[in-house]
């Protein structure tokens, strides 16, 4: 899923998504493609899509016979199967079909949330009966800023593929700043490129409360706190990356190692919205449980 998920960032990055031509699933009408480099890549990219459906198809036939007890493995088994789907349409879409920007910068968010489907499955597999053990109680506020942070996130993650899409990348040439000032004309490509960053940098701060509320509100929380400092650290090198793009003129690899940022990150805050969301069932429950044990005393008495 990440290389599907790499091979959807390069093939936009490079500008390959019209190296088959508009046929599709064929390459220009054939079976392999020609040898031409974007036609080379779209293809590889097609390859990969294809090789992934019955591996995630038998993933997730498998996690529902033999997984279905442990926690979310069912859901994010369904989920992952359906994203990936969708990302595929959208991507032949594309291709027979002139999609525009708002709509194809859909397409890699799609295929951030199959990705994070695919590694929730794998946390949760990993964890097994474990992920029923009783947590400590989460503060529901906690919850809403987590999970509030990880949607923002996909917004942030939209937007800043509504840029490539838009060829807005060096609208902007220079970085932090914006033409040397902090807020710039905003037209056309410009404001694009200005909310992106301007969606990062509150990011950041949601970030920071999410750490902030971790070591004062949730110590006896280790998975929590670590995850927060994880997010942390993801962010601000999601950051710095999505900086040096622009700073090495649209370098491929500097460009492909902000995708694998932004993918960890997100993965990691959709898994912190699971534990905190846990954490809340385990505290209802517990509540429920001492009600229950109240009522049977008192009839005994």
Known sequence: MLLLLLGGAL????GSGDGCGDSWPLCNGRLLPPLELEAIIEWSHRLVTALITPMLLATVVWSWRRAGHIPWVRFFGFFALLTTFVQALLGAAAVVW??????????????????ASVLLIAIQLYVGENARRAKTAVPRRFLWLVAGTTVYTYVVVYLGALVRHSG???????????????????????????????AA?????????????????????????WAGWVVLALTGLQVVSGGLVVLTGLNLLVALVHTVLVAALFGVLVWMTLQAWDGREARTGSAVSAVTRTGALTLRG
Request: hydrophobic content about 55%.
């Open 98 to 115: 002139d999609q525009s920007d708002l709509i194809m910068a859909l397409h890699f968010g799609i295929s951030l949330t199959a990705f």
């Open 201 to 225: 940098l509150v990011l950041i701060l949601l970030v920071l409360a999410i750490v902030v509320m971790t070591e004062r509100s949730l110590r006896d929380r280790r998975d929590l706190r």
């Open 168 to 198: 807005a990348s060096m609208a902007i040439p220079d970085w932090p700043l914006n033409f040397g000032r902090l807020v710039p004309p905003l037209t056309g490509q410009v404001a694009i490129q200005f909310l992106h960053r301007a």
């Open 11 to 14: 093939v936009t990055k490079t």
